[in-house]
């Protein structure tokens, strides 16, 4: 997988240091807003990290045919998230150039196999493969049909492109199964560390998906006004049980911009990253 990286931009937040050689404790909480309901007609997509990796940055990639942007693990190309060689890209939320976007909250019910821990935590390479590559929903589809087996993840991916999809696919090894936020009766879908498809008795962030579910169904805000600060101020500050210790960012995307509080939410700036700004500023080709 070859790769241009074009300037970083980096707001490193946090002091936790990296747990080099074993799997960040990840308990994420996200949503994704149909454009049927939004003002502009564009989905929303919304994330709220959790992890003992602490130190992030949104940085800016050339990729294959797309240019992308993402959120990234602070020291990446030396202490890889995955089981990787030191270098491999790995982006944990991101949006490339024709405004498709991508996210994953990790799950602990879906997989089937005996594959070994050194095979797996391949969620985030996927993603930057997804966002150099991939236009629309269909295009994504394509590659997880086409990635060798076993895939090397458990997860949730939820994507939105520029055509007006929006879905969420929960995703093992071997086999993946697809949710079309467009078809929601609500016109959101709330996921956090748990899946439709996987074990019952194994499922994780219950009491968050509830909370989540709970502030959307009762707010007075209109669907339509669910936008980056709408987001921040509802769920991220929500307290207990969604905001914890651990928790290291939020990432929404709304139309051709990539919202981003990098830190605990309640305590730090949330932020626009465009493509147009940041080639202006560092003269590569858009």
Excluded at 38 to 59: C, L, N, P, W
Aim: glycine fraction near 8%; proline fraction near 5%.
């Amino acid at each position: 997988m070859k790769m241009k990286t074009c300037i970083r931009t980096i707001l490193a937040v946090a002091t936790a240091f990296f747990m080099l050689g074993s799997r960040p404790a990840d308990a994420c909480t996200a949503v994704i807003v149909s454009g049927k309901h939004t003002a502009d007609g564009k989905a929303v997509m919304f994330k709220h990290r959790d992890s003992s990796t602490q130190k992030v940055e949104i940085e800016y990639f050339h990729g294959e045919k797309y240019r992308l942007m993402g959120l990234v693990n602070a020291g990446w190309r030396e202490h890889p998230y995955a089981m990787v060689p030191p270098g491999t890209p790995e982006v944990w939320s991101g949006m490339n150039g024709t405004g498709f976007a991508i996210i994953n909250t990790a799950t602990y019910d879906l997989k089937d196999d005996d594959v070994p821990s050194e095979q797996m935590e391949m969620e985030g390479v996927v993603m930057y493969r997804a966002l150099e590559i991939c236009r629309t929903l269909e295009d994504f589809e394509h590659l997880l049909d086409t990635l060798s087996r076993p895939m090397g993840v458990e997860t949730n991916f939820g994507v939105i492109d520029s055509q007006g999809g929006a879905a969420w696919y929960e995703v093992n090894n071997t086999r993946w199964v697809k949710f079309d936020v467009n078809e929601e009766p609500l016109g959101y879908r709330v996921v956090t560390n748990f899946t439709q498809t996987g074990r019952p008795q194994d499922r994780k962030g219950v009491d968050r998906y509830e909370k989540a579910r709970e502030i959307l169904a009762t707010t007075s805000v209109p669907i339509s006004r669910w936008d980056h600060e709408f987001f921040i101020r509802e769920i991220s500050c929500s307290g207990a049980p969604i905001l914890r210790d651990i928790t290291n960012s939020a990432i929404i995307f709304e139309g051709d911009t990539l919202w981003a509080a990098l830190g605990r939410p309640d305590s730090v700036p949330c932020l626009p990253f465009r493509f147009d700004d940041h080639c202006r500023s560092c003269g590569c080709e858009q």
